[in-house]
């Protein structure tokens, strides 16, 4: 047991430590997870704790709710870290917790970050998995499927937990301001909507918030009476940022990225690279950005510069592995690429036109000659009759008809000349040139 030192004062650690929730109804967000009702508090709630994997973003309450599910189940609860557990550590508490179970003892075992251990370290936990010796949950910011060992995984059930809502982070703040745990015995002026700034800053992550309302609260101005007053510009001051006019969930989120697309669109990287930081300058999430310029890629460029789509999914990427702002490089990169690449909507307008003939005729049948017959009864009737396959030919083409009857010599790509798409042009020409040339020889 750790002694408490003189400075060691329940003041002196961080709110976020101190407000961390003892319960599940403390416990905010995750509704799709723990709300009433809901598959994982149905799990704890009858004490019926297996082994699992809890994957998300930071600070959305992964070791927390790990915590509260030992308390709730009345075990004693292990943590490990990736940085200091070797295995030799790892197989000791393995053995204590045999002993433990033994004498009807539960042993929760908590992996933070569990991605970051290597195979041996995964592979330590196996066997007292598999025997019930142990409860494991593992704590990922990674996808689970490429990060842990599949005998492992195999064992364990993935919970995707998801990054907290505003109004989420709006609860917490509240209740650390007038919780005694937290900020409650101050006494603390701060308007909603300075509260809300810093909600919308945090990006969905609860340490995050609650550890920038803790400095904002230091660093707020003390009146004669002791209360603390939290201004905007205070809250500017200490976030080190202007609070831009951009709401995430309203007029302006959509204001703004509608401006990055048709800047782009227009060929402007200047304004593109402008509405791109306006965005991540007020918080926005990088990967929300990134998703939107992969739709942008294949939207207005498409084939008109084919490694655009390419570039788009790397800066996502990028924006996955390392997040802001070190990220914001990438997808700057990204955005002026997208910016001076040529433009086409060929593929859109393409997609757009089939898909509204789609929807009017649902029934169209398949034509006879391209149905699949893996049966001798489809065969018998005509299935997949007089197929050719185009790779026995020597230009790789045949007269095929492939379109239901209906809509026979519809149109729906009709290629640009910009960029690379040219190239697309030309190939689509020769191709309807030869198949018009040997369909008139057919019909002589």
């Not at 319960?23 to 704890?44: N, P, S, V, Y």
């Not at 757009?352 to 169209?364: H, N, P, Q, V, Y």
């Amino acid at each position: 047991m750790e002694q408490m030192s003189l400075f060691d004062t329940p003041s002196s650690e961080p709110l976020a430590f101190r407000m961390r929730p003892r319960t599940l109804e403390e416990f905010a967000g995750q509704a799709h997870l723990i709300g009433e009702g809901k598959i994982l508090r149905k799990i704890i709630e009858s004490d019926n704790i297996s082994s699992m994997i809890f994957w998300g973003p930071p600070g959305v309450g992964k070791t927390t709710l790990a915590r509260i599910i030992a308390a709730q189940t009345k075990s004693e609860f292990i943590t490990f870290s990736a940085v200091t557990s070797g295995i030799k550590e790892i197989k000791k508490v393995m053995q204590d917790a045999d002993s433990n179970k033994r004498l009807g003892i539960k042993t929760i075992v908590f992996v933070d970050e569990i991605h970051r251990f290597n195979k041996a370290q995964q592979d330590a936990f196996l066997p007292f998995v598999e025997k019930g010796s142990i409860v494991l949950i593992g704590a990922t910011t990674e996808n689970p499927s490429f990060e842990v060992n599949n005998a492992l995984l195999s064992r364990c059930r993935v919970f995707v937990l998801k990054e907290l809502s505003s109004d989420d982070i709006m609860v917490l703040l509240n209740r650390a301001l007038t919780d005694e745990r937290g900020l409650g015995t101050e006494k603390i002026n701060i308007p909603d909507e300075n509260l809300k700034i810093i909600a919308d800053f945090s990006n969905g992550d609860a340490r995050k918030a609650l550890a920038t309302l803790d400095m904002i609260v230091i660093n707020g101005e003390t009146d004669e009476s002791g209360t603390i007053h939290i201004s905007k510009n205070a809250i500017e001051e200490c976030l080190t940022k202007k609070t831009l006019l951009y709401d995430k969930n309203g007029e302006e989120h959509y204001n703004i990225i509608s401006a990055l697309h048709k800047s782009m669109r227009n060929s402007d990287p200047d304004a593109a690279v402008y509405w791109l930081s306006r965005m991540l300058e007020a918080g926005e999430d990088p990967l929300y950005v990134a998703r939107r310029i992969t739709r942008f890629a294949a939207e207005d460029i498409g084939l008109a510069d084919t490694n655009a789509l390419n570039v788009a999914v790397n800066a996502y990427h990028a924006c996955h592995f390392i997040g802001m702002p070190e990220c914001n490089v990438h997808l700057t990169e990204a955005v002026i690429y997208l910016s001076l690449a040529p433009k086409s909507n060929a593929c859109y307008n393409a997609y757009t036109f089939a898909a509204s003939d789609a929807r009017k005729m649902l029934d169209e049948p398949v034509p006879l000659v391209i149905r699949n017959a893996p049966t001798k009864l489809m065969k018998e009737l005509h299935y997949g009759k007089g197929y050719q396959y185009a790779h026995d030919t020597e230009s790789k083409l045949t007269n095929m008809e492939c379109m239901p009857p209906a809509l026979k010599n519809k149109v729906y790509y009709i290629p640009t000349k910009q960029g690379n798409e040219s190239r697309f042009k030309e190939r689509l020409e020769a191709i309807k040139n030869w198949k018009r040339e040997h369909q008139t020889r057919e019909e002589k």
